[in-house]
């Protein structure tokens, strides 16, 4: 039973409380800053707002990405950054969704963690939607079931890269041996591409034995290429993939004294895999340039926010046609500075070759520590 006086603070209570309610549906200002109780999925971006550029896993590659972003944004003058995601599909497609509820991002471009995955495309598709501006860099969607999912993909010809990372190891040992490849994710696209590349590459006297994913965990990394040394006694070639795969190939040869036995052959070039290539524990590296990925993903998705027709045919001459929606930022191929067999001439016309000293000289025009 209510006591005396009880029912007016009740009705008070409530009438304060809509009062509260009405002032936030009226007010943009009730939006948090992660938006999950803000905005809708059908609200429109605001102008002056930001891009943003989300990786697939944190590592080392990443710095270069950073500094190109910076660069452009700079040069641009426009609010760009990138954001982080713990590597897994899940984390992606909260950030996702996130940015779906701010009415402040304008552009984003995302280093896909699967590229078949289903709910990471549609929560593409939503933002694209609401007219924000989507590409893919680094790593793609499936390209046959998720190409609408993005306006254009910027960064590796994958494929390529793991066929010229294939020609080193051929060359390296002309009669053929046995591998393994190690790598983040055996789900993504950039993974998938670069281990059928390496194949091709190698060609028939190879023999791949497994593909092993680590989910992005660095010790795992490291196991898996201790178990694969382990079962395979005819192994003769180990792969990096990844770009911390190539430190955690080396520890491991190293702690096993095993260095005799194998090749080392790896893609990207992080600041410790420099260094171990330097003391001869590395003899090849394909390099990418993730600062293009990061310079360009900003000049494209500013393009695309400002509808600036001009710069977006200067880099996408091709767009609408077979693989117009593809934007390369190159390849070098990077061996020691003495005594690799590998020659400029074994690479395609589009990969560029340098000694060590020549790498570190591009990566000091460039105020790169690794790419």
Known sequence: MLRTGELPVMLRAQTLGLMLLAGCLASAGCSSETGSNSGSASSTPAAGGRIVLLMNGDSPFWDAVRVGIQAAAKELGVNAALDNNDATPGGQINRLRQYNTQNDILGVAVSVTDAANAAIA?????????????????????????????????????????????????NLRPDGGQFVTFVGRTGAQNA??????????????????????DENDRTRA????????????????LVGIWSYNAPAIVDVVRETQSRSKYNVVVFDAEPLAIQQMSAGDIDAMVVQ?????????????????????????????QHGQPDGDLYDTGLKVVVPDEGSPLKAELFGAKTQFLKLSEFRAWLDKYNLKGS
């Open 222 to 237: 490291r196991e898996n290429v201790r178990n694969a040394i382990r079962n395979h006694p005819g192994l003769t070639t």
């Open 289 to 317: 340039n993730p600062y293009e990925m990061g310079y360009q993903g900003v000049r494209l998705l500013n393009a695309l926010v400002k509808d600036d027709q001009e710069t977006i045919k200067a880099m996408l001459p």
């Open 192 to 213: 998938i591409e670069r281990i059928g590349g390496f194949c091709e590459g190698a060609g028939d006297k190879f023999q791949e034995l497994d593909k092993m994913g």
């Open 122 to 170: 549609d929560e593409l598709k939503k933002l694209q939607t609401r007219g924000v501006k989507v590409v893919t860099i680094d790593s793609d969607v499936d390209r046959s079931k998720y190409r609408d999912a993005r306006f254009a993909f910027i960064g590796t010809d994958n494929l390529e890269g793991g066929r010229q990372l294939g020609i080193t190891a051929r």
